[in-house]
């Protein structure tokens, strides 16, 4: 065995973290496939979208903006900000470890709940300092369970809302609630990946909650509902004092000039966007339905992806099922990392994507 002297050795903590983990894509010897594990959109990106990364193609012996000035500028008009509060970065995931980095450190905690993204314990625990996983019930956030875990020690509560795996929401008035529990030097962060296929009432994704306050932050993506998850771009809305912060340390030029390009196209195109949410609420109604129909649960959802139960009963259980659906070329999302053993993630796909997992699960639930 080679003594840690005799090599480089990572700091303390970094070997016990277990790597992100992202979905299969692949199923051996299935001849025609359809990838229903990443939450991808089925109907691709904006051509606007497509035609500025063409465009940003012509130049790429010059260095991209560090700024990210056009994207930052396109996505403030949308949703009328200040260009100064919103930092760019190569996807949501560089953002969310940029504040572990910069507000983190050994000895602090960070809160994150039962079921959230699992790139918030990484991150943590990559900053040496300590996650604390609260409960969830029935797959929300629990506020209350929350306030209750906080500590001394506690510098960052991290929220997926709407919900990943789970696809359930928490109200704006519950978010305001918990922001008003917290210490004024603990930071929220509202990650808010699938905020644009929700159509709820009640729903806030950050934006006027981070306005008011000087403690919480907004993260958003390119990679869902835009669909340009190949060009891993993502943006923060955040008080100018935490905006100053990251941008101390980030990379100068962390994004590079067709993504920054493509973002302000594919943001811009309204029509584009509102056409991917009707198709969105349009499936997840019906494979809800059909999904129950053969016996199966679904918690309700207001993403582009299901959560989708199995009974406890031998050989029916979601290993088994995740078996039999990627011998049919039908690839979901095993969640038991996410704390469901028992259930699997379906992502909304093509027509014939959806109608081919509804044939096949109903086959393996003998209900065809």
């Known amino acids: 065995m080679t003594s840690p002297l005799n090599q480089p050795m990572p700091r303390p903590g970094i070997l016990d973290i277990a790597a992100y983990v ?9 001849a025609r496939v359809f990838k229903l594990s990443s939450n991808e959109t089925p109907l691709g990106a904006s051509p606007a979208a497509i035609d500025a990364f063409k465009a940003g193609a012509a130049h790429l012996e010059l260095y991209p903006d560090g700024q990210a000035r056009a994207l930052r500028e396109a996505i403030a008009d949308v949703h009328g900000l200040n260009p100064a509060n919103i930092l760019c970065g190569n996807g949501s ?18 809160i994150i709940t039962e079921h ?7 991150q943590i625990m990559g900053a040496g300092a300590t996650p604390v996983v609260v409960k969830e019930t029935e797959c929300r956030v629990d506020v209350d369970a929350i ?15 709407p919900g990943n795996p789970t696809g359930t929401y928490v109200s704006g008035a519950e978010i305001r609630r918990l922001q008003a529990g917290l210490p004024k030097h603990v930071i929220l962060v509202l990650d808010a990946a699938y905020a644009e296929y929700v159509r ?48 101390r340390v980030r990379g100068p030029f962390n994004m590079n ?78 969640v038991g990392g996410y704390g469901f053993a028992n259930s699997l993630r379906m992502s909304i796909g093509t027509e014939e994507a959806n109608r081919g997992v509804v044939e096949t699960l109903g086959e393996f639930m003998g209900r065809k």
């Open 22 to 30: 992202p979905g299969k894509e692949h199923a051996p010897g299935v």
């Open 200 to 247: 709820r009432n009640d729903f806030e994704a950050g934006i006027e909650i981070v306005s008011e306050n000087r403690n919480v932050v907004m993260t958003r993506t390119f990679s869902k509902i835009y669909g340009l998850a190949a060009l891993r771009i993502g943006w923060m809305y955040a008080p100018a004092a935490i905006i100053d912060a990251l941008n």
């Open 93 to 110: 995931d560089e953002l969310l470890g940029l504040l572990c980095h910069v507000y983190l450190g050994p000895g602090d905690e960070g």
């Open 257 to 334: 000039a067709p993504a920054i390009a493509a973002g302000a196209a594919a943001i811009r195109d309204r029509a584009f966007t509102d056409k991917a949410v009707d198709y969105n609420l349009m499936w997840i109604d019906k494979l809800t339905h059909a999904f129950t129909a053969i016996g199966l649960a679904v918690t309700p959802s207001v993403t582009n992806f299901l959560l989708i139960h199995f009974p406890d009963v031998d050989g029916k259980r979601a290993a088994q099922a995740d078996d039999f659906l990627t011998s049919r070329g039908y690839i979901l999302r095993t």
């Open 116 to 122: 959230g993204f699992l790139v918030y314990k990484i």
């Open 147 to 161: 306030l209750a875990a906080v500590t001394d020690k506690t510098k960052i509560v991290f929220i997926a809302n």
